[in-house]
């Protein structure tokens, strides 16, 4: 069954319709970028997805459940897991802490009971640390990491909620260039090894085309064109959108996107 199904979802703020009739499907294991330019409505999409917008009509399924009006809370238990743009740490716990709390929320332990669990779960941290590269740092303060580390701390903690779909919203941002394709190798890598749907919006198209497997792309809130980053980079319409840069839809130097960016 598709993971994710998502059916003309409308929503509008007084006069400006942010998205219009937009329906897309999102398998397991796939990763798929949402781009546009500014104010083509891929947050507003993005969210609607995620429970923090509701949207004015159309339908978001999960597995076949329709979750359209369900809260963010309760998509996390059906398995939504979201990333934000700044990373969400506790920067005064460590590493394997701050993936230890994701873990006692995830179990429905209450986090008032924060000290004892500081011993619960640790083994299942550090599992989840090994995975994204971070259980050298784990007892080390989150406050003390490089951002791009703390990002992948992150991709721990919602990788601590067993997500099925994991949403992205800009993944990349405020991140070196190196940084930027090792974390999405990482995020590709995890993905297709536990069957994770990503669903990411990105205005890096270095990360987009060496990393979307398939790509949306919004304009004034309707999708103009669906297709892998081969397709979407030769379409016409879609270059008109990007007029003004005209370097966005170029390919990354030295890079072929069947192969994605190596990482550094
Ligand atoms: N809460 C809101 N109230 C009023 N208008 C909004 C609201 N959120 C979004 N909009 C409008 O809806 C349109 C789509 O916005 P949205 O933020 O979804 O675009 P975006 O593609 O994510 O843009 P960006 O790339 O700049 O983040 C824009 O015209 C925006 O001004």
Known sequence: MTLLSVQDLSKSFGGVAAARDVSFMLERGE??????????GKSTVFNMVGGQLRPDHGAVLLDGQNITLASPQKR??????????????????????NVQMALVSHNRKSTALWAPARMRYHEEALALLEQVGMAESADHPCSALAYGDVKRVE?????????????????????????????????AEI?????????????????????????IVLVRGRIIATGSPEEIRQIEEVRRAYLGDDHALEKPKGVSPAEGVSPA
């Open 155 to 187: 991709l721990a903690i919602a990788l601590a909620g067993r997500p099925k779909l994991l949403l992205m919203d800009e993944p990349t941002a405020g991140m070196a260039t190196r940084e930027r394709a090792a974390l999405m190798d990482l995020t």
């Open 31 to 40: 990763m798929l970028a949402i781009i546009g330019p500014n104010g083509a």
């Open 76 to 97: 996390f238990r059906l398995g939504v897991g979201r990333t934000f743009q700044v990373a969400q740490t506790f920067l005064s716990m460590s590493v394997a802490e």
């Open 191 to 215: 993905a297709d090894a536990k069957g994770i749907g990503v669903l990411f919006t990105e205005h890096d198209m270095d990360v987009v085309f060496g990393h979307a497997e398939r790509v």
